[in-house]
């Protein structure tokens, strides 16, 4: 099993930027791919960016070039900075982690364990 507990969210005015943080513990994160999802109020869950065992990052196109997905396998950490933050970054924002990776990232079927979430409100 892995826990996984998110931290790092609050509430930011568009245009600035937000540190979110994963912590894992139960079991090494080595070869796992980690991935962040978003949820808004009344929408399912979407995906925003992974980063596989070797390094190899993904993300949605909605946050290219303003999100950067980071990982410490040292620590069990995973980041994700967020830059530019619009209205529409507002969701709650769940970890993830996949023990059996090589399918298709941006798929939530593809996780095995999940974090409860941090709430990210960006303001206009």
């Known amino acids: 099993q892995v826990q996984l507990v998110e931290s790092g969210g609050g509430l930011v005015q568009a245009g600035g930027s937000l540190r979110l943080s994963c912590a894992a513990s139960?079991?090494?994160?080595?070869?796992?791919?980690m991935g962040w999802f978003r949820q808004a109020p009344g929408k399912g869950r979407e995906f925003v960016a992974a980063i596989s065992w070797t390094g190899t990052t993904y993300y949605a196109d909605s946050v290219k070039g303003r999100f950067t997905i980071s990982s410490d396998n040292t620590k069990n950490l995973v980041y994700l900075q967020m830059s530019s933050l619009k209205p529409e970054d507002t969701a709650v924002y769940h970890c993830?982690?996949?023990?059996?990776?090589?399918?298709?990232?941006?798929?939530?079927?593809?996780?095995?364990?999940w974090g409860q979430g941090t709430q990210v409100t960006v303001s206009s």
């Open positions: 139960g079991r090494t994160l080595r070869r796992y791919a």
């Open positions: 993830a982690a996949d023990s059996t990776p090589g399918g298709i990232v941006e798929l939530p079927g593809e996780y095995d364990f």
